[in-house]
């Protein structure tokens, strides 16, 4: 497994974690994304931590925080071996401190994060989402209250616009607060969006982007085809609302050439997707999940070996959509491009994961 710096902090992180939203089965977003109990949750952890798969993430919103203690069952008496993200910020309930990121809340929420683990500190802990109604400074002073205390090593967002992000990290320059690190963000083939605003501001700024959803919300599993109906067993049939919206024709286009590529690596869809994403800029770690045994397995095939630039341009070119306003005369204009060199240039094809 491949170690990357996580933006511009001193900690590595290996280029696969393991998220833990399955981890609990409780609600019927959760549940629906699978209910492993703490038994089978120690089983993926050996078999991840045998393969270099080092960061477990979670959320206190997931399977309204069971996920977090399955978790830290399944890693008892190895603290030492892992690195525990975990975020807060979502609701988790109806009172008015059951949200957002003011002071008593991020206080609240570390400590319970903390507790549901059975741990003392938590290696990454990111906000889930921006909170229009707190000050950024409040948000940052308790931040680093919180790191000085010795509960949180590193801090990162999740889910934030670009000028979320870019507010935050010049009020922390500003007043010497905690800079984030990392921002969790969805990205893949079939949601490129991340690459508009935020990987230019990821690169220039130094923060790490982990990657939530690399399989497109479950599409890019190899199981959904064009003529074919909705999968029995899809998970979708109960979480499609819940996630990011896809447009079905470039779903199949994107598949279409994952199939040509898969026959000619002999690797799967999931693998070749992923091992697309390890290409990106910025991207320090790219989140998988996994049911059960099997599927965990087939994601740490991602690694260890390279798509040729010929596969990720015909990939690019499949999964390409037109920018929203005001990035696509950058990209489609010559004026406006010869001012700003493609992103895809910094991309390492050659190296291998």
Do not use: C
């Not at 892992?82 to 109806?94: R, Y």
């Not at 507790?115 to 940052?140: C, K, M, N, S, W």
């Not at 070996?305 to 990939?315: E, F, G, K, P, V």
């Not at 950058?330 to 001012?339: D, H, M, N, T």
């Amino acid at each position: 497994m491949e170690y990357r710096q996580l933006g511009a902090s001193g900690l590595k992180v290996p280029a696969l974690s393991f998220g833990a939203g399955t981890f609990g089965g409780k609600g019927e977003l959760f549940g629906a994304w699978g209910n492993t109990d703490v038994a089978e949750a120690r089983r993926l952890v050996d078999i991840a931590l045998d393969a270099g798969v080092t960061l477990f993430d979670t959320a206190d919103v997931y399977s309204d925080g069971a996920s977090e203690e399955v978790l830290g069952q399944a890693i008892k008496g190895r603290r030492d071996r892992v690195l525990i993200s975990t975020k807060a910020g979502l609701p988790t309930g109806d009172g008015p401190d059951e949200a957002g990121t003011s002071r008593p809340r991020l206080i609240q929420a570390v400590d319970g994060a903390l507790r549901r683990l059975g741990a003392d500190h938590i290696d990454l802990f990111q906000l889930h989402a921006f909170d229009a109604a707190t000050p950024i400074e409040e948000v940052l002073s308790t931040l680093g209250d919180l790191v000085r205390a010795g509960k949180l090593r590193y801090v990162g967002v999740s889910n934030f616009s670009g000028w979320h992000l870019m507010k935050s990290l010049a009020t922390a320059e500003r007043y010497g607060y905690p800079r984030y690190v990392a921002h969790q963000v969805y990205y893949s083939l079939v949601g490129r969006d991340y690459e508009w605003e935020l990987m230019p501001l990821g690169l220039d700024q130094g923060v790490g982007a982990l990657v939530w959803s690399p399989l497109g919300w479950g599409r890019l599993t190899g199981r959904i085809r064009r003529g074919r109906p909705l999968p029995e067993g899809s998970r979708l049939h109960r979480t499609a609302a819940y996630g990011p919206p896809v447009d079905d024709e470039r779903l199949y286009t994107v598949v279409d050439v994952l199939d040509e590529i898969a026959k000619e690596t002999g690797r799967t869809i999931p693998q070749i997707a992923l091992n697309w994403l390890l290409r990106r800029p910025t991207v320090a770690s790219v989140i998988v999940g996994a049911r059960n045994e099997e599927q965990l397995r087939e994601n740490l095939g991602a690694t260890g070996w390279s798509l040729t630039r010929d596969q990720i341009a015909r990939l690019d070119a499949a999964s390409a959509t037109t920018a929203a306003y005001p990035y696509y005369p950058y990209r489609s204009q010559e004026g406006f491009a010869r001012l700003n060199p493609p992103i895809e240039s910094r991309i390492p094809v050659d190296s291998a994961p």
